[in-house]
């Protein structure tokens, strides 16, 4: 677990999620397990915060933080990456007459792809990391091919990874007007399947030390 390093958590049950509450001497942190894809993991993550919000006691920032797919070799297999622009991948539409063959949803006229998380905040976590900072993809089907991933690689120049939740967290936060992070320990390349190579401890193991470097940044970090 990502925040295991911190001590004294308190259970609190939520609709459909539960909550670990952390109170440290400088800090609250609540840890969600907000489900897998990006429907869960907006519904869970907009629980929380409502409920912070009626509380009197709202968040100043939202972390999505998991395992992920690296794009190698920006981003291979045991390194973390932290996004400066949250992006879903596939929410749009099929196009035969566009060269790509895709229009995202802003291009039909309504919704948002990407939300990007304040510059200063993925700054100084990715130097406390010592990490790459780029794209995060947001996608609803895991790449399984190395075509699908070089469409990927087209469309989105110098991404680094692709995992399921990032964009439906950003969209809750974004609707609270909370400032978003993602953070991401990558576990397997992005292209064809092979569950063979998957790392998941050792990229957990990744996450949670990452955690103990930049939760200091994370504490003290306040938007001005
Ligand atoms: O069955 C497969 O081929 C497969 C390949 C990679 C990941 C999965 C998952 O079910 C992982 C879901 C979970 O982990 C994140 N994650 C990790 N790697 C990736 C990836 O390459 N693409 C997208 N998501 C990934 C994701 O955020 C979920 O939380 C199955």
């Not at 190698?72 to 060269?99: I, K, N, Q, R, Y």
């Not at 190395?146 to 967290?169: D, I, K, N, Q, S």
Request: proline letters at 6%; aromatic letters at 4%.
């Amino acid at each position: 677990m990502a925040l295991a390093f911190l001590p004294e958590q308190r259970e609190i049950r939520l609709p459909g999620a539960e909550l670990r509450r952390i109170t440290t001497a400088g800090a609250r942190w609540d840890l969600l397990a907000a489900g897998v894809g990006p429907a869960a993991a907006a519904a869970a993550t907009a629980g929380a915060l409502t409920a912070a919000a009626l509380d009197g006691t709202p968040y100043g920032l939202v972390v999505c933080a998991g395992i992920a797919g690296g794009f190698e070799p920006l981003a291979p297999v045991g390194s973390l990456v932290v996004a400066d622009a949250v992006t879903v991948a596939d929410l749009g539409a099929e196009s035969g007459t566009d060269a790509d063959g895709f229009l995202p949803v802003t291009a039909l006229g309504f919704g948002t792809v990407t939300h990007e998380p304040p510059p200063r905040l993925v700054r100084e976590v990715a130097d406390a990391l010592g990490c790459a900072a780029g794209t995060v993809l947001t996608v609803s089907t895991v790449t399984g091919s190395a075509a699908r991933a070089g469409v990927l690689r087209a469309r989105h120049p110098g991404v680094l990874a692709e995992a399921m939740e990032g964009f439906g967290v950003a969209e809750a936060a974004a609707a609270h007007g909370v400032p978003v992070l993602e953070i991401r320990a990558v576990s397997n390349p992005v292209g064809p399947r092979d569950r063979d190579g998957w790392r998941i401890g050792a990229a957990l193991a990744e996450l949670t030390g990452g955690f103990g470097k930049c939760a200091t940044v994370l504490e003290s970090w306040r938007e001005v």
